[in-house]
Nanobody, 123 residues
Framework: HVQLVESGGGSVQAGGSLRPSCAAS????????VGWFRQAPGKEREGVAH??????YYADSVEGRFTISQDNAKNTVYQQMDSLKPEDTAMYFC??????????????????WGQGTQVTVSS
């Protein structure tokens, strides 16, 4: 049984930082790409960042502010989020088991998803 558990979200003021993490059980992250997505109320799910071995991708909206990293010993992926803006407010999800071919992966290319962690940035 595969389970992804996100944690580390929270509420911060604009300009602040958070470091959500995604821990996996029943699946080894090093086998596949791992992605972070976010979804705000009334908006479509958006791909934020992906990591696959030494390859990373960032959406333009977070480039230079977010950093995705992976600790294979802990089977955990992190997303360091700095210089947060109110528009970063969303539920953040991690996903893995990439079944697609294109890079960066689309949400439909991932087979396993976590339940999400809420990030709220106030102005």
């Amino acid at each position: 049984h595969v389970q992804l558990v996100e944690s580390g979200g929270g509420s911060v003021q604009a300009g602040g930082s958070l470091r959500p993490s995604c821990a996996a059980s029943g699946y080894t992250f090093s086998r596949s790409s791992v992605g972070w997505f976010r979804q705000a109320p009334g908006k479509e799910r958006e791909g934020v960042a992906h990591i696959y071995t030494d390859r990373t991708y960032y959406a333009d909206s977070v480039e230079g502010r977010f950093t995705i990293s992976q600790d294979n010993a802990k089977n955990t992926v992190y997303q360091q989020m700095d210089s947060l803006k109110p528009e970063d407010t969303a539920m953040y999800f991690c996903a893995t088991d990439w079944r697609g071919m294109a890079w960066p992966p689309h949400s439909g290319d991932y087979n396993y998803w976590g339940q999400g962690t809420q990030v709220t940035v106030s102005s």
